[in-house]
């Protein structure tokens, strides 16, 4: 599962934002213009419906890590920095995790938990809110998305396809670390 983002260890991360509600998300790599051209959502929110209706332009690193439908917090030294409660704790987190390092990422079976490792001292750790959502989503280069879901399964497909449309496969415990000096 891991074997195509052991390129994005050692990469700093920036601009850490928070997103809608207690959306996060991380850039690695190097920035390029993300384009999404609007079209007609069918949400029965009107709100909705004109967001897709606009054109978005962001910029984006080549890896785009978006922490989606799940509890998660960061960690430092032992003391919780931030997590998903409030926009201020959330903001926190955002400036904790800015210009650290990934190191590591670890999926743990027991409990659908995913710990993100970073190199000074930072420790972001998902972990789901109900049974089947997505707990996370990393875009990678090649318009492909790495995905893993409450119910401990990944799926590794193309950006443009749905969730629905993705395959998704058993979660083994799984650990990706970068060792020092590599």
Request: hydrophobic residues 30%.
């Given at each position: 599962m891991f074997h195509a983002t052991t390129d994005l260890l050692g990469l700093p991360c920036w601009g850490v934002r928070r997103g809608?509600?207690?959306f996060l998300t991380l850039e690695f790599g190097n920035p390029s213009l993300f384009?999404?051209?609007p079209f007609a959502?069918?949400?029965e929110s009107a709100r909705v419906r004109r967001a897709f209706a606009r054109r978005m332009v962001v910029v984006r690193g080549a890896?785009?890590?978006w922490v989606y439908c799940c509890d998660w917090r960061v960690e430092s030294s032992g003391k919780t920095i931030g997590d998903s409660s409030t926009p201020r704790r959330i903001d926190r987190a955002a400036r904790e995790l800015d210009g650290q390092k990934l190191l590591g990422i670890t999926l743990r079976p027991k409990g659908a938990r995913t710990r993100f490792i970073f190199d000074l001292?930072?420790?972001?750790?998902?972990?789901p809110y109900d049974r089947r959502s997505e707990q996370w989503m990393l875009y990678a280069p090649g318009n492909k998305v790495l995905s893993f879901r409450a119910?401990?399964?990944y799926?590794?497909?193309p950006a443009t396809q749905t969730e629905?449309?993705?395959?998704?496969r058993e979660q083994p415990g799984t650990s990706l670390t970068k060792r020092p000096g590599t």
């Open positions: 809608y509600s207690s384009i999404r051209e959502a069918t949400s890896w785009h890590l001292g930072a420790v972001l750790e998902t972990r119910d401990r399964r799926s590794f497909d629905s449309e993705h395959t998704w």
